[in-house]
């Protein structure tokens, strides 16, 4: 089996998220907890289903990863995309239309 990470969305501002070890949402794919037999991934699934239930995330998916030297890594590339962030910098032009326009 291969290893699986918990991904979601967090409700309040749509940030990638990965469920970490302690239960809790982390940011970084590096504190997201590793299920490595099918025991585990059911346990994060079911903590996926009730964080979904509980609106605190959305689009809640369980994902395979390869562990590598620098940690985790996804397969898909949609998933690479989550854990690294954006392929283009938006948020600093956002900021810097909004700073013009005040």
Same mark, same amino acid.
């Given at each position: 089996?291969? %290893?699986?990470?918990?991904?979601? *969305? =967090?409700?309040?501002?749509?940030?990638?998220?990965?469920? /970490?070890? *302690? !239960? +809790?949402? @982390?940011?970084?794919?590096?504190?997201?907890?590793?299920?490595?037999? +099918? +025991?585990?991934?059911? #346990?994060?699934? #079911?903590? /996926?289903?009730?964080?979904?239930?509980?609106? &605190? @995330?959305?689009?809640? *998916? @369980?994902? +395979?990863? $390869? $562990? %590598?030297?620098? !940690?985790?890594?996804?397969? =898909?590339?949609? $998933? &690479?995309? =989550?854990?690294? /962030?954006? %392929?283009?910098?938006?948020?600093?032009?956002? #900021?810097?239309?909004?700073?013009?326009?005040?």
């Amino acid at each position: 089996m291969k %290893t699986k990470v918990l991904t979601a *969305n =967090r409700l309040t501002d749509g940030i990638s998220v990965w469920l /970490g070890a *302690n !239960g +809790e949402w @982390v940011f970084s794919l590096k504190d997201a907890f590793l299920a490595r037999h +099918e +025991e585990a991934v059911v #346990a994060i699934t #079911a903590a /996926g289903d009730q964080a979904l239930a509980d609106n &605190r @995330v959305v689009d809640v *998916n @369980v994902i +395979e990863v $390869e $562990e %590598t030297p620098s !940690g985790p890594r996804p397969f =898909r590339l949609r $998933e &690479r995309i =989550r854990a690294d /962030g954006p %392929t283009i910098d938006y948020a600093p032009a956002s #900021a810097a239309r909004a700073a013009v326009a005040a």
